[in-house]
């Protein structure tokens, strides 16, 4: 299983950015890679996805033109960059890795068990 890491979380004030990072310990080529988010209290849901085999994303719904994935693949790791960030968006953040990332569809992508390897999280404070 490809092991995973996530950085770049911490405190920003509402209407600011922060982009988080989770480094694969192998090549993206097959995974798809997917961010979720949980909150004190709250489900784990899904953010965003990356399929490495065809680049297709996704994006939770309410999330549409403020948060981006993308990836590097040079260096094994996608890049979450979140914009005009508000207290409703303040949780830890998870990487999640599919190892047959050609099998997540947009039914798919935001299933928790659709994915077989979790980064330990990032917390993403938002406040002032």
């Known amino acids: 299983q490809v092991q995973l890491v996530e950085s770049g979380g911490g405190l920003v004030q509402p209407g600011g950015s922060l982009r988080l990072s989770c480094e694969a310990s192998?090549?993206?080529?097959?995974?798809?890679i997917g961010w979720f988010r949980q909150a004190p209290g709250k489900e784990r849901e899904a953010v965003s996805c990356?399929?490495?085999?065809?680049?297709?994303?996704y994006y939770r719904d309410s999330l549409k033109g403020r948060f981006t994935i993308s990836r590097d693949t040079a260096k094994n790791t996608v890049y979450l960059q979140m914009t005009s960030l508000q207290s409703e968006d303040a949780a830890v953040y998870y990487c999640?890795?599919?190892?047959?990332?050609?099998?997540?569809?947009?039914?798919?992508?935001?299933?928790?068990?659709?994915?077989?390897?979790w980064g330990q999280g990032t917390q993403v404070t938002v406040s002032s």
């Open positions: 999640a890795a599919a190892s047959q990332g050609w099998r997540i569809t947009r039914q798919t992508w935001g299933e928790v068990n659709a994915y077989d390897s």
């Open positions: 990356i399929v490495n085999v065809d680049s297709s994303t």
């Open positions: 192998g090549s993206l080529r097959y995974l798809a």
